[in-house]
């Protein structure tokens, strides 16, 4: 089988193929891969996700600088935040928004060993899994595998983070404000818990793209398993 396609494949070259139709040609020819080879690969590529998005995460302005995983003001008290603008108060809602995010860059220092310990516990048969997975397969083995283990440890370093920078006194300051308006329903919101929720789905985020990106760009497969596994 893969003698013939070869030989097919050197004709359609001498007979000017399209490019498509040599793509077709060599997805065709099979490439031996053991099982070893597969667990071992994407532990790689897990690694290389995670280490990159860790990376990213709890650089300065990693959250605050990215809008696509940037904290916004808590959504469940969204009225507090629009008030506070509306009587002026734009520049102490700005610098709570700034510490929250700040919290969450230097939590993300935490994640790393935590992802490592659970790609060590991974299967053979979950390797298998994400290779032939969705294009999130790997993060989505993560956030099963790791989620409750994330949330217990970066709870306290969160709430840690957000008392080093100040994020829950310029909440607790900017709800006490509110809460004085006239005619407006007191709020309560638990600070800790909704900026440890955001921090994780920030960093599951990152992860995602560095999956997608070693999936997609073969310029991303940086060791030779790597780019013999995701052949496949």
Request: net charge neutral.
């Amino acid at each position: 089988m893969k003698k013939t396609l070869l030989l097919i494949l050197i004709s359609c070259i001498s007979w000017s193929c399209t490019d498509a139709q040599i793509k077709g040609l060599l997805n065709k020819i099979p490439i031996q891969v053991s099982e070893k080879e597969v667990a071992s690969g994407l532990k790689q590529a897990l690694e290389k996700g995670i280490e990159k998005g860790t990376q990213v995460a709890s650089a300065p302005n990693g959250f605050f600088g990215n809008p696509l995983i940037k904290i916004p003001f808590p959504e469940d008290v969204k009225q507090v935040e629009t008030r506070l603008r509306q009587a002026g108060l734009n520049k102490q809602v700005d610098e709570f928004i700034l510490t929250l995010n700040r919290a969450a860059e230097d939590a993300s220092k935490e994640a790393l060993p935590i992802f490592k310990e659970a790609i060590l516990q991974m299967s053979v048969q979950d390797a298998f899994g994400i290779l032939k997975g969705e294009n999130d397969a790997a993060t989505s083995y993560l956030k099963r595998t790791t989620s409750a283990s994330l949330e217990a440890k970066f709870e306290p370093v969160i709430d840690a983070a957000l008392d080093k920078v100040n994020a829950t006194k310029y909440y607790e300051d900017l709800v006490n404000t509110y809460n004085k308006i006239p005619l407006v329903k007191k709020v309560e919101s638990d600070l800790t818990e909704y900026a440890t929720q955001k921090a994780l789905d920030g960093l599951f985020t990152l992860v995602a793209q560095e999956e997608l990106n070693i999936r997609e760009n073969p310029g991303a497969r940086t060791t030779d398993l790597l780019k013999k596994v995701f052949a496949q």
